[in-house]
């Protein structure tokens, strides 16, 4: 026994050394992965296909194979037998399943061994990736120990493991863009990967300071004889990680084991959020493919009213692409706690825009797509102040303006929905050059009462577009 765990040592400490000078290697751009293909194999209680290779495992407790299924009744844990590889940061698993699973991976950074969790859904010839914790702070793992799994939305799963593979991918910028003729959009891996800037390119949008306010409109400088401060104007409001455009969900709880978080004096329930919490601090970047037309982004988001500790056990994926003259952005929402919730309003999406943009605009009759005239809501306060007020519109979009009937603006549809909570958090005070980053906000939330149900995956897809108002509602009604 003394020999064997000398020996284990000795390989942890070869280990560290050859990492040493291996680790500064890892982030030569040549020697990134630039295929990301897992190889498949066979699996058994002896082996399983680990980068290409059947490689000996063994398991803490006797286990049950039907087939070639893993019998999951309770947490099993597979360990490698000591796996030593080249610095990766990125992992995925080919697998089958019955059920939605938790697991647990743990690897070595170096001599430090690390653990965390992700979660996989039921369904054949599936395939999971995900980048390690903080991989965009430079973090990579040199070894893997161990993988357990436990079922949750039964009691006993069937599993199979069809391959696991490692890699070193390219760490990306904390933004990500992308543009064509008319939009240049982004997002914020530090934020979840929610959407965080929208600039039109057509327009001729301009920021001017007047009075001591700034002014955002088509050609602002001619029109308020002022200034420009910027004429690469973003529209979104992105001064913290409740901003944004991004999906947020509630839930509703009387025990079930979880402990409410405290907001504004507030007790909060459960609150996924994808852009992170209300310290700032960053929801984890499971997965990112992006390419000069699309962006895609799957995060685990934190929960609100809490620290980075109380990571949800849930994921977000959002794919983000520019059509024509509107960006859509299709949202999908899996949570994983197993708690049981009631209906209750939640934000689909939750939009902030640039808070010189405080005039609300929709359609408020009954003949949707007819022409008739729109409604304009010009003295809107912070929403809470104002009993957290409701707009229906059959047209399913609203938006916000300048402070002219022909002003440019920015505005948000969602399919089939009708109503849409507003509000403007300290109007006409903005005063930033860049208004994206001022405290005040101009928001809406697209409404749909509905429970936060576990182990149901949920998905819409919300659009955004700009221009005066006959412009937005003419560019909708082309998705309509």
């Known amino acids: 026994m003394f020999l064997i765990g000398l020996r284990k040592v000795l390989s942890i400490i070869l280990s560290f050394i050859l990492g040493f000078f291996t680790y500064p290697i890892s982030f030569i751009p040549s020697m990134n992965d630039k295929d990301i ?164 390119l057509n327009s001729d949008v301009e920021a001017v300071e007047k009075d001591g306010r700034i002014f955002v409109d088509s050609n602002a400088g001619e029109r308020y004889g002022a200034p420009v401060v910027n004429s690469n104007v973003n529209l979104i409001n992105r001064a913290d990680t409740g901003r944004l455009v991004q999906q947020s969900y509630y839930g509703s709880f009387t025990g079930q084991g979880y402990e409410n978080g405290t907001y504004m004096g507030n007790v909060w329930d459960y609150n996924p959020v994808q852009g992170g919490n209300q310290f700032n601090e960053n929801s984890k970047i499971i997965d990112i493919r992006y390419d000069e037309n699309s962006i895609y982004i799957k995060c685990q988001p934190l929960d609100w009213a809490k620290s980075k500790e109380s990571i949800t056990p849930s994921y977000m994926e959002a794919n983000y692409v520019i059509e024509n003259k509107v960006v859509r952005v299709s949202c999908r929402f899996v949570d994983f706690s197993g708690y049981v919730t009631n209906p209750r309003p939640q934000e689909i999406p939750a939009f902030y825009c640039i808070e010189p943009f405080n005039r609300f605009v929709y359609y408020s009759g009954n003949n949707p797509w007819s022409d008739e005239a729109l409604t304009v809501e010009p003295d809107l306060i912070f929403w809470p102040d104002a009993g957290y007020p409701n707009f229906r519109s059959l047209e399913n979009w609203a938006g916000f303006i300048g402070e002219f009937d022909d002003s440019f603006g920015i505005g948000v549809y969602v399919p089939g929905e009708t109503t849409f909570l507003s509000g403007v958090f300290m109007r006409e005070s903005t005063t930033n050059p860049d208004p994206s980053v001022d405290g005040t906000t101009s928001y809406i939330a697209v409404i749909r009462n509905m429970a936060l149900e576990s182990y149901t995956p949920f998905e819409y897809s919300y659009y955004l577009t700009t221009g005066d108002t006959d412009e937005i509602r003419e560019n909708f009604k082309t998705i309509s």
């Open 37 to 200: 293909e897992l190889s498949l194999g066979a699996f058994s209680s002896e082996s399983v296909f680990l980068n290409g290779e059947s490689e000996k495992i063994y398991f803490d407790e006797e286990v049950t194979f039907v087939e070639d299924y893993l019998t999951l009744d309770g947490k099993k844990t597979l360990n490698f037998k000591d796996i030593t590889h080249s610095w990766y940061n990125y992992y995925g698993i080919a697998y089958s399943s019955d059920a939605y699973i938790r697991c647990t991976l743990t690897y070595r950074c170096g001599a430090v061994e690390k653990a965390e969790n992700f979660f996989l859904e039921p369904g054949e010839n599936k395939t999971f990736y995900s980048f390690i914790d903080n991989m965009l702070e430079g973090t990579k793992a040199n070894a893997i120990c161990s993988i357990s799994f436990e079922p949750l939305s039964k009691e006993t799963a069937k599993f199979r493991i069809d391959g696991f593979s490692v890699f070193n991918r390219e760490i990306p910028d904390e933004n990500i863009f992308i543009q064509t003729e008319n939009y240049k959009i982004g997002v914020n891996l530090l934020w979840g990967g929610a959407l965080s800037y929208m600039e039109d």
